[in-house]
């Protein structure tokens, strides 16, 4: 099992999350990627399994399918401390590659089948300089969803989907005050499988313009698995003590919303989406244990709820897609991601803030059944001062966060058959 504080930091942060607000990743597929996330109304290949299932159904017959390795670069977050240089720092650079798959079936009468493996969450932060490393030694999440959809074509102008969402999570959460005088260090890990659900509605009222609305039910990721805690006597009068056992943590993969606009001028498709994630439901992060823990300090810094009070956020985004030539699709997209972190329970397992995504891409058939394309994201979070150190909570940032920021380069391989 992964970590339970695996949890901790998604709800915390934003994983590998790249792209958007939190620790959501919506990029999960060439185009997706190209145009910033400004992709259901318009969604047409294997990947509407998993962005729009509903546009499935008017899709061309035939099976499809995507696979897309994606390479996410996060450079180091840089952290200057109000008062003390000495607390500066800056995060460990990170990088990983995210494979990704979709499917969509032939016509089976009104119905249409689809699969999607995907990465729709995640984060990774490091921090070496001791003030930072007291609470975000290491914060990594790893999370998998499998989603099977189905759509059925009511009408030739309107279409519904749904599926169900599998989704499996694994992460490890350390934390290590020694650098500043304290031994206190906290070292868990946990995973989880857990279920939900999307829903999806298309409706084309002329041939040119699509409309859709896509739901994904919040997923509860009920994260358990083992934790080693240690507290030397800080106090002198036996406040320390360790434990190592079971442990547990409930956090929110949130639901989310989407309405998208997509209209077609021949040549060139131009999408509008709206999306509003539903980050209010985490509340805090709290932590339950199997064992006793007896220690004041432990349980002040490891046991006591933590409060997030985040907040719903919304993004707005716009794709543009071009037919270049016969073979040559172009791509672009912008968008504009809030953040649901408030300043004051930001912390250094997740320095999220407003984000401006710009990306770009490309697919160039290979023949009647077979693409290729490649495609560029670029997210820069906007710089960040907080004041959130005080008597009883010693190890928060008061300072300045900047330079957080991710890159992503995705390349793909497209079949019909």
Request: glycine residues 8%.
């Given at each position: 099992?992964?970590?339970?504080?695996?949890?901790?930091?998604?709800?915390?942060?934003?994983?590998?999350?790249?792209?958007?607000?939190?620790?959501?990743?919506?990029?999960?597929?060439?185009?997706?990627?190209?145009?910033?996330?400004?992709?259901?109304?318009?969604?047409?290949?294997?990947?509407?399994?998993?962005?729009?299932?509903?546009?499935?159904?008017?899709?061309?017959?035939?099976?499809?399918?995507?696979?897309?390795?994606?390479?996410?670069?996060?450079?180091?977050?840089?952290?200057?401390?109000?008062?003390?240089?000495?607390?500066?720092?800056?995060?460990?650079?990170?990088?990983?590659?995210?494979?990704?798959?979709?499917?969509?079936?032939?016509?089976?009468?009104?119905?249409?089948?689809?699969?999607?493996?995907?990465?729709?969450?995640?984060?990774?932060?490091?921090?070496?300089?001791?003030?930072?490393?007291?609470?975000?030694?290491?914060?990594?999440?790893?999370?998998?969803?499998?989603?099977?959809?189905?759509?059925?074509?009511?009408?030739?102008?309107?279409?519904?989907?749904?599926?169900?969402?599998?989704?499996?999570?694994?992460?490890?959460?350390?934390?290590?005050?020694?650098?500043?005088?304290?031994?206190?260090?906290?070292?868990?890990?946990?995973?989880?499988?857990?279920?939900?659900?999307?829903?999806?509605?298309?409706?084309?009222?002329?041939?040119?313009?699509?409309?859709?609305?896509?739901?994904?039910?919040?997923?509860?990721?009920?994260?358990?698995?083992?934790?080693?805690?240690?507290?030397?006597?800080?106090?002198?009068?036996?406040?320390?003590?360790?434990?190592?056992?079971?442990?547990?943590?409930t956090i929110p993969l949130p639901a989310s919303l989407t309405l998208a606009a997509n209209y077609d001028f021949g040549k060139t498709n131009v999408e509008f989406v709206y999306e509003r994630t539903y980050w209010s439901s985490y509340k805090d992060l709290d932590f339950d244990y199997t064992g006793t823990i007896t220690s004041p300090i432990l349980i002040g810094y490891f046991d006591n709820p933590k409060s997030?009070?985040?907040?719903?956020?919304?993004?707005?985004?716009?794709?543009?897609?071009?037919?270049?030539?016969?073979?040559?699709?172009?791509?672009?997209?912008?968008?504009?991601?809030?953040?649901?972190?408030?300043?004051?329970?930001?912390?250094?397992?997740?320095?999220?803030?407003?984000?401006?995504?710009?990306?770009?891409?490309?697919?160039?058939?290979?023949?009647?059944?077979?693409?290729?394309?490649?495609?560029?994201?670029?997210?820069?979070?906007?710089?960040?001062?907080?004041?959130?150190?005080?008597?009883?909570?010693?190890?928060?940032?008061?300072?300045?966060?900047?330079?957080?920021?991710?890159?992503?380069?995705?390349?793909?391989?497209?079949?019909?058959?």
């Amino acid at each position: 099992m992964t970590n339970v504080t695996k949890v901790a930091v998604a709800l915390g942060l934003s994983a590998i999350t790249l792209s958007a607000s939190g620790y959501r990743i919506p990029e999960q597929s060439l185009n997706s990627v190209a145009l910033s996330g400004a992709y259901a109304a318009g969604a047409n290949g294997a990947d509407a399994s998993y962005y729009n299932p509903a546009n499935m159904a008017f899709m061309e017959d035939g099976a499809s399918l995507e696979s897309a390795l994606t390479y996410i670069n996060l450079p180091s977050v840089k952290y200057s401390d109000k008062q003390n240089s000495l607390y500066d720092g800056q995060s460990k650079k990170e990088q990983f590659i995210v494979p990704t798959f979709h499917y969509v079936s032939p016509k089976q009468g009104n119905f249409r089948y689809g699969l999607s493996l995907v990465a729709p969450a995640g984060l990774s932060k490091r921090w070496d300089n001791a003030y930072a490393k007291a609470t975000a030694k290491e914060f990594t999440l790893k999370v998998f969803e499998l989603n099977p959809t189905i759509s059925y074509l009511v009408s030739d102008k309107f279409a519904i989907g749904l599926g169900l969402r599998a989704v499996y999570s694994d992460g490890i959460v350390k934390s290590d005050a020694t650098g500043l005088g304290s031994p206190l260090s906290r070292d868990m890990e946990g995973d989880s499988i857990d279920f939900g659900y999307n829903l999806a509605l298309s409706y084309k009222p002329i041939p040119e313009l699509t409309l859709a609305t896509t739901y994904r039910s919040k997923v509860d990721l009920t994260i358990e698995g083992n934790a080693k805690l240690y507290s030397a006597d800080l106090l002198g009068v036996g406040t320390g003590g360790s434990y190592d056992g079971g442990a547990s943590v409930t956090i929110p993969l949130p639901a989310s919303l989407t309405l998208a606009a997509n209209y077609d001028f021949g040549k060139t498709n131009v999408e509008f989406v709206y999306e509003r994630t539903y980050w209010s439901s985490y509340k805090d992060l709290d932590f339950d244990y199997t064992g006793t823990i007896t220690s004041p300090i432990l349980i002040g810094y490891f046991d006591n709820p933590k409060s997030k009070d985040w907040k719903d956020a919304n993004a707005y985004r716009i794709g543009i897609t071009h037919q270049y030539s016969e073979n040559l699709k172009l791509m672009a997209g912008y968008s504009y991601d809030e953040t649901p972190a408030p300043d004051s329970t930001l912390g250094f397992e997740l320095p999220d803030s407003d984000a401006q995504l710009y990306s770009c891409g490309f697919e160039y058939k290979l023949s009647d059944t077979m693409s290729v394309g490649m495609a560029y994201l670029f997210d820069k979070k906007k710089e960040r001062t907080v004041d959130n150190r005080t008597i009883t909570n010693q190890t928060a940032p008061s300072g300045t966060l900047k330079d957080s920021e991710a890159h992503l380069l995705t390349a793909a391989f497209k079949y019909k058959f």
